[in-house]
């Protein structure tokens, strides 16, 4: 990645302002933005917690925890639209924050973003840290440090963009394994071979274990009452750490206004795949296979690479270790930047230097991006100690966050909000949320332990108040004492001034001083107007495919009780199927064919210097024959 920056600088005369550093100068396309979001999205817990609820639930555990985490991608299509309508220069969501409410909202949500990324860290180190020791035998405390380090150097020097290149590359790979893994279950192997095997196997691993709380103990029901549980907790938690996390944010500000909303939809629906396949694959293997794993192994997410190792030997566990590394790294990456962003915007030229131009901020910024990568290493060791688990942490997170997903929402979309709402929503609804989750464990079990703490029930209670209470909160607060704002503050927010930096772009021979625009995202009417038209389609369509997805397909079958026949189950798996090729060619493909004029004006570059014909000391709108043929006769002489 590090090299393709290089390329990027020295073919392209890409220059690395504060601007291209944080936003990618906001003019990202729809393929290489939704590799972005898959990416992004795509932490440890979607490979291996996907993989756990398969084991124990069957084939509804795929379809809730896909259906519980793509929500929120598609719902935030509204948000990346209406963020570039209200606030097009803003670099984090916090800036909106502040330039609506001040600077005591802006605090209450800065802790809430905080706690987020903490949270997500936390649980990429700790699923990959254990994943990488099972395979491996390296110590969990020095995996925790060396999974980040690679990710700290590209993300150091390339910035968002950097971040975006890697999050392709790591997106295409991942979905090589998970195809390359259908076709083993479903193909090659000698234990399954076939879907009609795997049914067969299916069948007969219920009989042996009935799973509790399935029709007839099946495992290829979706009329499971753990996994409904399971997905409503999904849902829930899933919503504070997409709408929290300014990685997400991020995309949706380098994104041009163009693609952002057609970016958020394809993204998430590619993403959708991931957990689907993969899980409705591996998941399913390890009950064909009668793997046996005790419940804190299952909690670690060691089904998936016991799996692989039992169908490939140790290319499957090498093929696992890969999967892996590139959902922590590219996801890490992701979330380095993210802090990066909020520390050097919404700390550092907030209270400490709102005056820091673009060189500080570039330097800040860099110090941030070491200083959390070592932090985050620190942060999964404590975690490792405590004996709590990527399931624990995955299970609790909307308990801690969530209570802020509605109010920052309506930050963007309801004028009425008003600033006392704002603060006391999420603050009432974190300690509402708390307490309940503290009051059910305790009532039904008596106790408070990890074990009790972490059942379906509490962490469903929590999540639920979580979520929900706030919108009761910030309702009667606003329309008590509502506000009536027009978001004219949030898009006066502007560009850092990059003019203190001397640039060199690509390598000209004399350097340039930039000229920075501030307002440079000012758009034309026409331009406001083709964006109210994106935000409608975003709204229809990004509530239309949640309630399909997460309501229209799984609830019917739930409460249908149904069984599946072996032919069903064989459309089931077929579909799963077509979905993964689906969305390999929507963000592997794609992309390539969006920026193909970019890729080959780079090889063009290349080629001239190989055969010394490139002009190096010119801009690009500064190339013609003529100055051609005046470089060719000053380089004779």
Request: some cysteine; aromatic content about 12%.
């Amino acid at each position: 990645m590090t090299g393709i920056t290089f390329l990027c600088k020295r073919y392209l005369h890409e220059v690395q302002t504060s601007e291209m550093y944080m936003t990618a100068q906001r003019t990202v396309k729809t393929g290489l933005v939704a590799s972005a979001i898959v990416s992004s999205w795509t932490w440890a817990a979607t490979l291996l917690t996907s993989t756990e609820v398969a084991y124990k639930y069957g084939v509804s555990g795929p379809i809730w925890y896909a259906s519980g985490a793509v929500v929120q991608v598609l719902l935030f299509a509204v948000l990346a639209i209406e963020l570039k309508r209200r606030a097009p220069n803003a670099h984090t969501f916090l800036e909106v924050v502040l330039a609506r409410y001040g600077k005591g909202t802006h605090a209450v949500y800065l802790f809430f973003a905080t706690v987020t990324n903490i949270l997500v860290t936390a649980m990429l180190l700790l699923g990959g840290s254990a994943v990488v020791n099972y395979l491996t035998g390296m110590h969990t405390i020095a995996a925790c440090f060396l999974l980040p380090v690679g990710v700290v150097v590209y993300t150091l020097f390339g910035g968002i963009k950097a971040t975006f290149m890697s999050d392709y590359a790591h997106t295409v790979i991942i979905f090589v394994i998970i195809i390359s893994f259908v076709f083993t279950v479903y193909g090659s192997s000698p234990q399954i071979g076939s879907i009609g095997t795997m049914y067969d196997l299916l069948v007969a691993a219920s009989e042996r274990t009935p799973i509790v709380d399935n029709e007839q103990g099946s495992l290829v029901t979706m009329s499971s009452l753990q996994a409904l549980l399971f997905g409503i907790i999904n849902i829930c938690g899933n919503f504070g750490t997409v709408f929290l996390d300014n990685a997400y944010w991020q995309r949706a500000i380098a994104a041009h206004p163009q693609y952002a909303v057609k970016a958020y939809l394809i993204g998430g629906l590619s993403w959708f795949a991931i957990p689907f396949t993969l899980a409705t694959t591996m998941g399913l293997a390890g009950r064909a296979l009668d793997i046996q794993l005790t419940p804190f192994a299952i909690s670690q997410g060691l089904v998936l690479p016991d799996v692989a190792i039992e169908l490939l030997g140790q290319a499957g566990g090498f093929a696992c270790l890969i999967l892996v590394f590139m959902a922590v790294t590219s996801a890490a990456s992701a979330e380095l930047i993210a802090v990066s962003s909020v520390v050097t915007y919404d700390v550092y030229r907030t209270y400490i230097r709102p005056d820091a131009k673009g060189k500080e901020v570039i330097r800040f910024s860099h110090i941030c991006v070491i200083t959390f990568g070592i932090l985050m290493g620190i942060l999964a060791v404590l975690l490792n100690l405590t004996g709590i688990s990527l399931g624990y942490l995955y299970t609790l997170m909307g308990v801690l966050i969530s209570s802020a997903v509605f109010p920052l929402a309506m930050t963007l979309l309801w004028s009425k909000q008003s600033k006392e709402a704002a603060i006391a929503s999420p603050i009432l609804g974190f300690f509402c949320a708390v307490g309940t989750w503290l009051a059910v464990t305790y009532g039904m079990y008596g106790k408070f332990t990890i074990e009790t703490s972490s059942r379906n029930f509490p962490m469903m209670a929590g999540n639920l108040v979580a979520l929900l209470s706030p919108i009761i909160f910030t309702s009667i607060i606003s329309l008590w004492k509502p506000d009536n704002f027009n978001f004219d503050a949030t898009r006066e927010i502007q560009q850092v001034d990059d003019s203190n930096q001397q640039l060199e772009a690509g390598d000209f021979l004399e350097p340039t001083k930039q000229q920075v625009v501030v307002d440079a995202a000012i758009t034309t009417a026409e331009e406001l107007e083709k964006m109210k038209k994106s935000s409608r389609f975003a709204k229809i369509s990004s509530l239309v495919l949640s309630f399909v997805l997460f309501i229209l397909w799984p609830l019917p079958m739930f409460f249908s009780r149904y069984v599946f026949s072996k032919s069903f189950f064989t459309a089931w798996v077929v579909v799963s199927i077509i979905w993964v090729f689906g969305s390999t060619i929507a963000v592997g493909i794609y992309p390539i064919y969006e920026s193909r004029l970019t890729i080959r004006n780079v090889f063009q570059e290349i080629w001239r210097e190989l055969r010394g014909k490139r002009i190096p000391n010119l801009p690009r709108e500064m190339i013609s024959e003529e100055n051609i043929v005046v470089y060719n006769v000053e380089k004779k002489i």
